[in-house]
């Protein structure tokens, strides 16, 4: 049985992540900063562990790996999801904290959780999958943060597939593009905002670049990070591997 502990579950992609390793037969810890998000993801999916936690906070951290440890027992899988957008404004408006903020949750405790499972995972040869972002393949005007953080989250995860590859630990990062839900809708009212277009405007705009016309499935998510624990998924390592429906541009 899989051990997993997938950061940021309590909704969107996070949620879909854990429902599907459960669905799985694995054994699945979550936490969420968003106490009544993780409460109802716990209520919706049976046999779900979770834990509140502030992946920016270091006594959170302790907390979370200490559950690790009496709950799972080990680990086999981790998933470091969690990110924040931050505000939708262009560089040279968009206060020092809010960068600072973004970078902190996005980039650095995306490291301080996975410095802490990597000696769990080399007790298991695991699996480490981190969360990017189309953002992190291209521009993304008026999120200058969001962006540089899951660009930064790219190289995080190609230097420790070649750090953790000689202990079997395969590592990868998957980039979703616009993937449906409560997030995306909050993203695209915020380019609304800015752009002065209205929101079905902004989403006929985001399509455009696309082979194919439609939104992600939260779901579509989570079957590719089951299969990158799989055996033939586990023959890669350092991939950063989309799931945009072929975003052309860039």
Known sequence: MKRVLVTGGGAGIGLAIAKRFIEDGAR?????????????????????LGLHCD??????????FGAVDHQLGGLDVLVSNVGIGGPTLPA?????????????????????????????????AGTIIIMSSAAGRYGYPNRIAYATSKWGLVGFAKTLAMELGPHDISVNAILPGAVGGERF?????????????????????????QSLKRIVAPAHVADLALF???????????????????????
């Open 92 to 124: 040279d408006a968009l206060p020092p904290e809010d960068w600072r903020r973004v970078i902190d949750i996005n980039l650095t405790a995306s490291f301080e959780v996975t410095r802490r499972a990597i000696p769990l995972l080399k007790d298991s």
């Open 28 to 48: 699945v810890l979550t936490c969420d900063v968003d106490e009544a998000a993780l409460n109802g993801a716990l209520e919706a999916v049976p046999g779900l």
């Open 228 to 250: 990158l624990t799989t055996p033939a998924g586990r023959s890669i390592s350092g991939a950063a591997l989309p799931i945009d429906c072929d975003l052309q541009h860039g």
């Open 55 to 64: 992946v920016s906070r270091e006594a959170d951290l302790d907390a979370l």
């Open 185 to 209: 809708d909050r993203v695209i009212e915020g380019r609304a905002r800015a752009s002065g277009r209205s929101f079905e405007e902004e989403v006929a705009l985001g399509l455009a670049s």
